[in-house]
């Protein structure tokens, strides 16, 4: 059986629909399907969704609580937005035409929803902000790393700028800060295979062909610290911070490297007085799409001597911009 065709469905607040596959079986209703398929929603709770209207099938028409089951469909939801302690800093759009959207993120917040976070995301906050639904990352930071995150307005594009970066077609440049080793040569090519450490989350290295290649120089040191520039030739998970922590070096704030700290509680706000010192700097690529040469500058910086001073009084405060 063909399957039907995907409709595009409007976001509220920001947050896409989700949508459940609709497989052979015995319910009679699509109440009982959704209520046995996701049971963290009471019964009652779907009935007054639907009632609501906020059910819909795949031809996006509203499904009524007492609407039979049809298998080898879909249904779409929308999810209700539980609580979320804000992460009080701003991103901030630095482009904007009709293919990509550039946008500096803050520490501590989220390129994309998952876990405990939802609306408090990169990309729930843009499509807010810009009222573009069709939003998608072209690349990710991490949550801890502020700077650039790249994102595409247009679906036909979309395969287009998203291999750029598979294709190693981006020139990517990142700032941190770390401990100071003049004992090693500078710059430092560092080129290794990572792979996933038995420490959850993390990576190290392993022998094997190399996956993963920077480049790290510094540019300023310290007492005992120093601010480097990195370019990463090739995109693994954590690989800048691997490749310091490999060096002895670990960034500044890190949470998992060397130790991995505690899980915050989710019913607590986010703990934002140590963030990691990493910023995704710079982009520079040609654009697969106009031709044109694309460069962006990230307009926050590392200060290595304010991080210093931070050290010694009260806990260094994010590069970013109060809400």
Sequence with gaps: ?????????????????????????????????????????STADWAQRMAAGEVLDAEGQPVPPDAPYRAQTRYHYWRSLPFEHPIPFEERIVFQDDFLVVADKPHFLPVTPKGRYLRETLLVRLKQR????????MHRIDRETAGLVVFTVQPHTRNAYQGLLRDLQVEKTYEAIAPWRPELTWPQRRI?????????????????????????????????????????????????????????????????????????????????????QLLAQSLRFTDPVTGQQRAFTSPRQLDLSAWLQGLDAAPVAPLATPR
């Design 192 to 276: 290794s295979r990572l792979a996933e450490s038995p420490n959850f989350m993390a990576m190290h290295e392993v022998d094997g062909p190399p996956n993963a290649d920077t480049w790290i120089e510094p540019i300023e040191a310290i007492d005992g610290w120093a601010r480097y520039r990195l370019t990463p030739r090739t995109g693994q998970k954590h690989q800048l911070r691997a490749h310091l922590h490999a060096l002895g070096m670990p960034i500044a704030g890190d949470r998992i490297y060397p130790t991995l700290w505690p899980p915050e509680p989710a019913d607590q706000p986010v703990d934002v007085s140590r963030p990691l």
């Design 1 to 41: 059986m063909t399957r039907p065709a995907r409709i595009p469905l409007p976001t509220r607040d920001g947050v896409s629909a989700s949508t459940v596959a609709a497989p052979n079986g015995p319910w009679p209703t699509v109440l009982a399907f959704l209520s046995e398929r996701i049971p963290a929603v």
């Design 130 to 137: 810009t009222g573009i639904d069709t939003l998608v990352p």
